[in-house]
């Protein structure tokens, strides 16, 4: 130890803070966890700031104290996407890190596995860690025991904020009154009435459409049906300046589909029909893959709750006769038995779309099809050419380019 003059809390933390530890940064890590918190708890960021202070006191000059505030405002569920902690993790990594501060440490990192991937590297590289409550060295038994459980405990108590707030929302749902976004064909008063949309235009469209499914039985044929007499469907705007308005857009195949499934239309309030998947999950995206539950497996299904445009029944049958036009449609569209050469390798030169293969006169003859415009918008195919003469013609041109090297071995 050195003749310097420390502050009280010096002596009294020097057990755990040594020259190696001055010697290299101090890491002042601030993070709040969404931007609501960032602005009701004004307080807490001061105090967060407030640890470049005590750094200081603790002796460490100004210019190596380091703040990393970059998670400002991001939620702490998971480190990913949080370029603040994965910067604290390199730096430590790096050995430029002598002592990390933050108000509770084992907050920063709200799932256990970052937490103790923080922990590990502090203990290789020799580390301390400092919270409102004091310094801990992450290569001592006893001290690597309590922030370990520190951190069982912020994720335990994670956990049960967020089973609460489940709670809260299930059993709202169960009563009916958990409102969620409604389909083309309905609106929410203020009063929070639900009821048929007003404009009669909006209405007609949507019971059109039923009645057409239930004429035609294919969500291709309903989409032909659509674009051939040029119907649009009323959606009211969710967000923006012109919210609630009225838009005429033109439907997809997708879109069709979701309003068919959608059992809202047969009067029913059902909450919980896409669930999510964690096998299908992609990391960094929270909803993107979530599997649709039909209203059996809802989590609550409450009958005869709206207005109804068509029969519990006809939305059974329409369920039914989706998924039994579905089989078709899930064969792979990958390269399957047949003579095409060029399956799944051809792009459409006016539009970049791949294109498909088309089998005449029982897989005798063959065509290279541009249709993704044609399937899924129901407009005319973009463009189509002759099977066999594009096989012959590439199968020459390859055998050309193949020639020299044979020769030369
Ligand atoms: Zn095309």
């Not at 907050?107 to 596995?113: D, E, F, H, V």
């Not at 399956?343 to 459409?348: K, R, T, Y």
């Given at each position: 130890?050195?003749?310097?003059?420390?502050?009280?809390?010096?002596?009294?933390?020097?057990?755990?803070?040594t020259l190696e530890?001055?010697?290299?940064?101090?890491?002042?890590?601030?993070?709040?966890?969404?931007?609501?918190?960032?602005?009701?708890?004004?307080?807490?960021?001061?105090?967060?700031?407030?640890l470049v202070k005590r750094a200081a006191a603790w002796g460490w000059p100004a210019d190596r104290i380091m703040v990393i505030d970059e998670d400002q405002g991001k939620s702490g569920a998971s480190a990913e996407n949080r370029s603040g902690?994965?910067?604290?993790?390199?730096?430590?990594?790096?050995?430029?890190?002598?002592?990390?501060?933050?108000?509770e440490m084992s907050?920063?990192?709200?799932?256990?596995?970052d937490w103790h991937q923080l922990l590990e590297i502090c203990a290789l590289f020799g580390t301390a860690i400092a919270d409102l409550d004091g310094i801990y060295n992450p290569s001592d038994y006893n001290d690597r025991l309590l922030l370990g459980l520190k951190g069982t405990m912020s994720e335990a108590e994670l956990h049960l904020l967020k089973q609460r707030m489940m709670q809260g929302r299930l059993n709202k749902a169960r009563r009916g009154q958990l409102?969620?976004?409604?389909?083309?064909?309905?609106?929410?008063?203020?009063?929070?009435?639900?009821?048929?949309?007003?404009?009669?235009?909006?209405?007609q469209v949507i019971r059109l459409m039923f009645r057409k499914f239930e004429q035609i039985g294919s969500l291709s044929g309903l989409l032909r049906y659509f674009v051939e007499h040029d119907i649009r469907l009323g959606?009211?705007?969710r967000t923006g300046i012109n919210k609630g308005e009225l838009e005429w857009r033109r439907p997809n195949k997708a879109t069709l589909s979701c309003l068919l499934k959608n059992p809202t239309y047969a009067g029913a309030y059902a909450y919980g029909r896409r669930q999510r998947n964690p096998r299908t999950q992609r990391p960094g995206h929270p909803a993107s893959v979530r599997q649709a539950y039909h209203p059996p497996d809802c989590r609550v299904l409450i009958k005869d709750h709206w207005p109804a445009y068509i029969s519990w029944q006809q939305y059974e049958w329409n369920l039914a006769q989706l998924s039994s036009n579905q089989y078709r449609a899930n064969q792979p569209g990958v390269v399957?038995?047949?003579?095409?050469?060029?399956?799944?390798?051809?792009?459409?030169?006016?539009?970049g779309r791949r294109l498909s293969v088309n089998y005449l006169g029982r897989g005798l003859y063959h065509s290279y099809v541009c249709c993704y415009l044609a399937v899924h918008y129901g407009e005319p195919v973009c463009q189509q050419l002759g099977?066999?003469?594009?096989?012959?013609?590439v199968t020459e041109q390859v055998l050309m380019a193949l020639k020299p090297v044979l020769l030369q071995k």
């Open positions: 130890m050195t003749d310097q003059v420390h502050s009280p809390e010096w002596y009294l933390n020097s057990e755990k803070l530890h001055l010697g290299r940064l101090a890491v002042v890590y601030v993070r709040q966890s969404t931007l609501q918190q960032v602005l009701d708890h004004q307080e807490s960021t001061r105090i967060q700031y407030g902690f994965q910067r604290l993790v390199t730096e430590v990594g790096l050995n430029h890190v002598g002592l990390i501060l933050g108000v907050r920063l990192a709200r799932c256990s596995k409102g969620f976004s409604l389909p083309s064909g309905y609106v929410r008063h203020p009063s929070g009435e639900v009821t048929f949309d007003p404009d009669e235009q909006v209405q959606i009211r705007s399957r038995h047949g003579p095409a050469l060029l399956a799944g390798l051809l792009h459409c030169g006016k539009c099977g066999i003469a594009l096989d012959r013609c």
